[in-house]
């Protein structure tokens, strides 16, 4: 298995911009999450799914975030309109059910 | 308000050591304990686990305390080795019900140096 794929690997944009992070979890896992590394804050969980369906969605900062899974091989993250502020690195992780999270290797976000 | 506290941001050690990593936490519903090495450009990799109704969970080199009455736990590493640097999150949570995902508390991490 490839493991937590995320793409892009790095993403440099200027403020005002709309981002979009992408993440495709472990094949067979049913609960995926989104976090943020800052070095304020450290890894923050941001939101997270089971079975697609959006659980908990209370670390996500601001309206200006948004997150989606379309299907169970599929997340999005979306960012809009970016703030210098937003700039960390962005993780996806996935596990089943309540076992062993799975980390993809992140996006670096960069807002100019 | 931050419910997993890891108070040092780094430590040193010479390499055949132990590494006494610390993590303090305030949620008392908080019934299961992980750490996660993350090396760079990397994402978090788990390393062991333990339930709160243990005190002690041991994988090779790696041994995990809990003290629920201090709510404090820690990693012990032994002998440390220079492929151990990295940085080493804390993490806990409450057990969710069966088939949903673990809602992860992290800390804000301590990098260990490992000197050869």
């Known amino acids: 298995d490839a493991g937590v794929i995320q793409s892009p690997r790095h993403e440099v944009t200027e403020m005002g911009q709309e981002v979009t992070l992408r993440c495709k979890p472990i094949?067979?896992?049913?609960?995926l999450f989104w976090y943020r590394q800052t070095m304020m804050r450290g890894l923050e969980l941001l939101i997270y799914?089971?079975?697609?369906?959006?659980?908990?969605d209370s670390g996500m900062p601001e309206d200006r975030f948004s997150a989606k899974m379309p299907n169970a091989s599929f997340s999005t993250l979306k960012i809009q309109p970016s703030e210098p502020r937003d700039s960390a690195v962005y993780f996806c992780?996935?596990?089943?059910?309540?076992?062993?999270?799975?980390f993809g290797p992140g996006t670096r976000l960069t807002v100019l | 308000d931050q419910q997993v506290k890891q108070n040092s941001p780094s430590l040193s050690v010479q390499e055949g050591r132990i590494s006494i990593l610390n993590c303090d936490y305030t949620n008392s519903m908080f019934d299961y304990f992980l750490w996660y090495k993350k090396y760079p450009a990397e994402g978090p990799t788990f390393l062991i686990s333990?339930?709160?109704?243990?005190d002690k969970n041991e994988d090779g080199r790696f041994t995990v305390f809990l003290n629920k009455s201090a709510k404090h736990l820690s990693l012990h590493i032994v002998p440390s080795q220079p492929g151990d640097s990295a940085v080493y999150f804390c993490?806990?949570?409450?057990?969710?019900?069966?088939?949903?995902?673990?809602?992860?508390?992290f800390g804000a991490g301590t990098i260990l140096r490992v000197k050869s």
């Open positions: 333990i339930s709160s109704i243990k």
């Open positions: 992780a996935s596990s089943l059910g309540w076992g062993e999270q799975f």
């Open positions: 799914f089971n079975n697609n369906v959006p659980i908990d």
């Open positions: 094949s067979g896992h049913n609960s």
């Open positions: 993490a806990a949570s409450v057990l969710p019900g069966l088939g949903y995902g673990n809602k992860l508390v």
